[in-house]
């Protein structure tokens, strides 16, 4: 469907997730749902692993304007029982009383948006109550007793709550799919890749997430009122290259239309960067991995005039060096025209503490 496409386009791995997001909201789309309520997700697992992107794309796939059908609300924000106010707007007479409340003022203006509650568990309990009563009745009054219906929302949740328990049993499943693709000794490489496409099982779902969602929430109805609990799984092997060399062709482009300047890799690079992937920070680390190992020395050969105009240059993998940490190079060469290629010679960029001690000369 054009949903699932729209979101495989956006989002690496994480099929479960989006197979469960897309056939619930097309179950809405073709009228299979209960119109009374409005659809509440609860999307569960580690950071930086595509929650929130996968809300983003649920909006724009819903919503031609992505400003006005997304509404975002960052519920560290609402940590304190006074801070129901800010979300529903005060009630008259007090401070603040003609500004609205943070979600009172969006819902408004558009009745129907995707609204992402981030990071839910850090909310007080009495903003969960409000928030009940939306996902129940699906309906809000604000702090002025005025009504808004919002039957028509999508309400999505992210929750970190669980998600080591989550990340944990996955690698486990995974580790035991890979040992039974050995013990058929799968000669055909299909079979391997589909082992990495696991499925967490519903006596974990009741027996493990089941009491720390309760004891996070401690209210069996809140947790009654949500259509589906999500699950994202740390990434396999494969995603985190795909990870990678999607940075990769990210910055390449940039280098191409800022200097024109075509940087290409070898697939070995892809395995060094892959290293960098550590499992609480999910894709941003391959991010910063990047950025770190790849796009810093970019700049900084840039800076000290090694790259001529128009030049292509080349990363691989320096297997004869070594970092300190025991970790390979990674070098960038220039490739010339002969086909011949030559290391760059970059100074590395003084670090600010190893600066420290010497006084600034003016």
Not at 289 to 297: A, D, L, P, S, T
């Amino acid at each position: 469907s054009p949903l699932e496409r729209r979101l495989k386009e956006h989002i690496i791995g994480q099929e479960g997730a989006i197979n469960t997001v897309a056939s619930a909201i097309r179950r809405k789309e073709n009228g299979w749902y209960d119109e009374e309520h409005p659809l509440v997700f609860l999307f569960l697992g580690s950071s930086g692993i595509g929650k929130t992107e996968l809300a983003k794309q649920v909006a724009r796939y819903m919503h031609k304007d992505i400003k006005k059908g997304f509404i975002r609300m960052d519920m560290s924000e609402f940590q304190e029982k006074h801070e129901v106010a800010k979300f529903i707007g005060s009630p008259p007479g007090y401070v603040g009383h003609d500004e609205g409340g943070q979600l009172t003022k969006q819902l408004k203006q558009s009745p129907s948006a995707v609204v992402l509650f981030d990071e839910v568990e850090k909310a007080h309990p009495d903003v969960l109550t409000v928030m009940l009563q939306l996902f129940d009745e699906g309906r809000l009054t604000d702090g002025k007793g005025k009504t808004i219906e919002c039957k028509d929302a999508i309400f999505i949740m992210t929750s970190n709550a669980a998600s080591d328990e989550i990340a944990q049993h996955a690698l486990q499943l995974r580790q035991e799919a890979q040992e039974q693709s050995r013990r058929r000794l799968a000669e055909n490489l299909d079979d391997v890749q589909k082992s990495e496409n696991i499925t967490i099982s519903n006596t974990f779902k009741e027996q493990v997430i089941r009491p720390i969602l309760k004891a996070h929430f401690r209210r069996d109805e809140f947790l009654g009122r949500i259509n589906e609990i999500v699950y994202f799984l740390p990434f396999c092997h494969s995603e985190l290259l795909q990870l990678v060399s999607r940075e990769l062709h990210y910055w390449a482009k940039k280098a191409k239309q800022r200097h024109n300047i075509t940087l290409l890799w070898e697939r070995p690079v892809l395995e060094l960067l892959v290293k960098g992937y550590n499992l609480h920070y999910g894709a941003r680390s391959i991010k910063h991995e990047v950025e770190r190992r790849v796009v810093n020395q970019l700049a900084a050969a840039f800076e000290q005039e090694l790259l001529p105009k128009g030049c292509t240059l080349r990363l691989t993998v320096d297997r004869d060096s070594q970092h300190t940490d025991g970790a390979p190079v990674l070098r960038l060469e220039l490739l010339q025209e002969d086909k011949t290629s030559r290391k760059l010679e970059i100074q590395p960029p003084l670090n600010p503490q190893d600066t420290a001690h010497t006084p600034r000369k003016h």
